[in-house]
């Protein structure tokens, strides 16, 4: 296989996975799938990590997702 097919396949699987996130997150479900509302939360979530509050927004979000990623483990459900 090519290198460049190679590195089409890692970034494919890599944006595969964050979409997984984003359906998981349950965000897809509560917009109604409106692709400008979920772009709209994300743009805002990047203004809020380039903000002075954002080393704190990091680490707030950081610990909710290892939480869930955690329960998801387990086998708790819930999206909070």
Not at 4 to 16: C, N, S
Request: glycine share 12%.
């Amino acid at each position: 296989m090519r290198t460049w097919q190679v590195e089409r396949r890692k970034r494919t699987r890599h944006l595969i996975e964050l979409g997984g996130l984003v359906v998981k997150s349950g965000v897809v479900d509560l917009t109604n799938d409106d692709r400008a509302t979920i772009l709209g939360a994300l743009l805002w979530m990047a203004d809020k990590l380039k903000s002075d509050d954002g080393q704190r927004a990091r680490q707030l979000w950081a610990g909710k997702g290892k939480q869930a990623f955690e329960n998801e483990r387990h086998g708790i459900t819930g999206k909070s």
